[in-house]
């Protein structure tokens, strides 16, 4: 139904709006993803039109489905909940309402459906899918379509996006709407905290998640509970001792709360329910310690979408669309999800069948393979869990000294990374060490001892506690390598940005002479520039990424009353256009100029002329965003006056430079997680270092594998030798050479109704879910694995 310019390049031409025709029914989703599905399905020829009130919209047709335009969805992307409506449907679940919503849909000569929707939504338009021909049978034999209808209409193409708070669709890291929920969770929990370490109270915590733990599960790490209860695996027999021996001890160790969370579908082993106030009851009668509960209930649901939600739902908007051009009769329903940063398109039914799978697995008390069939993310999030929070540290100890020291400028996620490495150290029998004032403060010997208790609350601090400075180390060198004699450092953990990259490369090129350097060393890439090579991701981009967005949120609500205004707002970043570029697809940005994409005199002209043209239309607002080091020429200020004068009479401008307000508030659910699961990883990779690097009763490492940074390559955590990633680095301008966010560019441009051609060459192919499952009759796994082995040739 599409039609391509040539098989290589993919380019996608404009199609006649006679050809495919979309419709975009939103169930429990987002906006940004219905505003993507909207536009670029008009970019490319089709009619786009809305259902209103999910599947009861489509059975009653009418004035239910009408057709989108470009302007129907703009300012939607900071809205939350969705502006379509949303109803449960008991018609569609029968032949004949499925009959009546077939007939709108021919009618209307409409075969591309887009549902945002959970498993259920998605399920019942797979099975719409799958009737489509016989209900067509059905409705020309009634007389209420002729045959040439039926011709035209012959198949329905199916994509789905799921929209989900609980994340509990097999298949994808995170659903749409999940996100925006744990910062609803975690505002809470931080204001919660407060109170509760100023009464030294103990606070129980309900939050959302019938079937699937995954909001209870990363709420208890991004603000280190003492305990968490989820579906998926019920706490052992006389967990009730456990817990309260566990509250116990943490206030015997100093702590002053005490936080149990609790995800509304927890229950025993043997089945029956665990609510919190029989958690309240247990805690008061055994301890005595004074008790709170909250339940979060449907406030989960609401707010402002976070950005993260709404470059997800950006993104699988436009992978839906071409998933529905690029359909065909035999093309399966499909869903696209996220992997990792990368998008991929799955078999709806597989997922839906892995998601039953789970709750098969927990009914048969298989709670190790339902955490399993959750997916590689869940599995990882509830083992870095376990480790924090449920192992008690060994009564031996393994001599070995870990120091951790912070480097380059502050961001939120830092000591959340810190927190974490300090305690899977110390679990590991490590002695911990804590370098202040970064690479100068290990020169000069500023360093102590830091405890378990020591790091107590620190995932939802913002900036360094151990404090930072820009300092490299190679004018410290020599005083660098007597520290580390002197304290006896066996490894170290360097947690920052670019200077943390350089700096680890510097003690690298310095092992040569100085031998007490040749120990294992571990970056940790923590910067809002998202410039350190090696990581696809760095900690505190996604909070400073949240603040923009926010920040231009207020900023265009601010011209509400005023018409034909454009603000021109200046980001950090260096020379790294990441946080422009991210925050124009968040906040719906007209251009947003960086370095790594040149851009010129004629390019700013395009850029005002589109102003102009959009200034004619009922969207009277524009937003440019600006890097700060994108061009030394055309400054903020420049652009500010050559957008001035060129639209003198048709809009007016305002600037805005955000600067250092980038960097700080307290981390976002994201950086949290991001930061915990990082800093465990980083000590568990240096764990095992040692044990190979330990020769003659000593540890002496000069390899280049053992000094590396651990980064988010695509779908994995991965460890890359430092000296390795020389050649991918541009060093004058601390970026690396190449960036997967640039391919996102295009679509921000598309989104802004600029005509331009759409690279697809590296689209997401359908894939399999079903090697994720835990277990396969014989037969299936022969053929499963003789179908990886031709993937993998």
Request: proline share 3%.
């Amino acid at each position: 139904t599409s039609t391509l310019e040539d098989n290589q390049t993919h380019h996608y031409q404009r199609i006649s709006p006679e050809n495919p025709m979309f419709v975009c029914l939103c169930l429990s989703g987002m906006n940004a993803a219905v505003r993507a599905t909207v536009r670029v399905g008009l970019y490319t020829g089709a009619k786009v039109y809305f259902v209103h009130e999910g599947y009861q919209g489509l059975v009653d047709g009418g004035d239910n489905i009408k057709l989108a335009t470009w302007e129907s969805v703009s300012m939607m992307l900071q809205l939350g909940g969705t502006v379509i409506g949303s109803a449960r449907c008991m018609d569609f679940r029968a032949r004949e309402g499925r009959m009546k919503a077939a007939l709108n849909l021919v009618k209307l000569g409409i075969t591309n459906l887009c549902v945002i929707g959970g498993d259920g939504s998605l399920t019942g338009a797979n099975q719409f899918r799958t009737e489509w021909s016989t209900l067509l049978v059905d409705l020309v034999k009634a007389g209420k379509i002729s045959d040439d209808e039926a011709k035209t209409s012959s198949h329905l193409n199916i994509v789905g996006m799921v929209g989900s708070i609980d994340n509990d669709f097999c298949g994808t890291d995170m659903t749409i709407g999940t996100d925006s929920a744990l910062h609803r969770i975690i505002e809470v929990v931080d204001a919660i905290t407060t109170t509760a370490q100023s009464h030294q109270r103990t606070f129980i915590l309900e939050v959302m998640g019938r079937h699937c733990g995954y909001l209870a599960l990363v709420t208890a790490l991004a603000c280190g509970a003492d305990w968490v209860f989820i579906p998926e695996m019920p706490p052992d027999e006389g967990w009730e001792g456990h817990l309260c021996r566990r509250l116990a001890d943490q206030r015997a160790r100093g702590c002053r709360l005490n936080v149990i969370i609790l995800a509304e579908g927890a229950m025993g082993r043997d089945g029956k329910p665990i609510g919190s106030e029989d958690i309240k009851k247990l805690v008061e009668k055994n301890l005595g310690f004074d008790t709170r509960t909250t339940v979060l209930g449907h406030v989960q649901r609401g707010g402002t979408p976070s950005a993260f939600d709404r470059i997800l739902g950006s993104r699988m908007g436009v992978e839906a669309v071409m998933a529905l051009l690029e359909a065909t009769p035999e093309t399966p329903a499909c869903v696209v999800s996220l992997s990792g940063n990368q998008a991929v398109r799955l078999p709806l039914m597989e997922c839906v069948q892995v998601t039953k799978d789970v709750t098969t697995a927990m009914a048969e008390n298989r709670w190790e393979d339902a955490i399993k069939l959750r997916g590689k993310s869940f599995e990882n999030n509830w083992n870095t869990y376990k480790m924090l929070a449920h192992i008690n540290p060994p009564d031996t100890k393994s001599n070995i000294n870990v120091a951790i020291v912070n480097v380059g400028a502050p961001c939120a996620g830092m000591n959340a990374a810190v927190r974490s490495a300090v305690r899977i150290g110390i679990i590991q029998g490590h002695n911990m060490l804590a370098v202040h004032d970064g690479f100068e403060g290990l020169a000069h010997g500023n360093i102590v001892p830091i405890t378990w208790t020591g790091v107590s609350g620190w995932t939802g601090k913002g900036g360094s506690e151990l404090g930072t400075k820009r300092v490299l180390p190679s004018k410290y060198i020599e005083e660098i390598s007597l520290t580390i004699a002197k304290f006896n450092i066996h490894s170290l953990v360097i947690i920052g940005g670019f200077e943390a990259f350089m700096g680890g490369l510097e003690l690298v090129t310095a092992r040569e002479k100085y031998e007490e350097l040749c120990i294992p060393m571990v970056v940790i890439p923590a910067t809002v520039s998202n410039n350190v090579p090696g990581s696809d991701f760095s900690i505190g981009a996604d909070t400073a990424l949240n603040t923009i967005t926010s920040t231009c949120d207020r900023i265009k609500q601010s011209a509400a009353g005023t018409k034909r205004r454009v603000f021109i707002i200046e980001t950090m970043g260096g020379y790294c256009g990441y946080l422009a570029t991210m925050a124009g697809l968040a906040a719906g940005a007209d251009a947003a100029y960086i370095y790594e994409d040149k851009f010129g005199i004629r390019d700013l002209e395009m850029n005002v002329e589109h102003l102009v043209q959009k200034m004619k239309t009922d969207v009277k607002r524009g937003l440019i965003l600006r890097n700060e080091k994108c061009n030394a020429n055309y400054t903020t200020d420049f652009i500010f006056a050559l957008y001035s004068e060129e639209g003198k009479g048709v809009f007016d401008c305002r600037k805005n430079i955000l600067g250092h307000m980038q960097q700080g508030g307290t981390p976002t659910p994201f950086d949290r997680n991001f930061g915990t699961k990082m800093g465990s990883k980083a000590v568990l990779w240096l764990t095992e270092k040692l044990k190979e690097m330990y020769r003659h009763g000593r540890i002496f490492a000069n390899t280049p594998d053992s000094a590396c940074v651990l980064g988010m390559r695509k779908r994995a955590l991965t460890f890359q030798p430092l000296a390795e990633l020389n050649e991918q680095t541009d060093f004058e301008h601390r970026i690396p050479k190449t960036s997967w966010w640039l391919k996102l560019r295009p679509i921000m441009k598309i989104l802004a109704k600029y005509n331009i051609s759409l690279d697809t060459s590296e689209h997401a192919h359908m894939e399999h879910v079903i090697k994720k499952r835990v277990s396969m009759p014989a037969p299936l796994m022969k053929k499963h694995k003789e179908e990886v082995e031709e993937e993998e040739e």
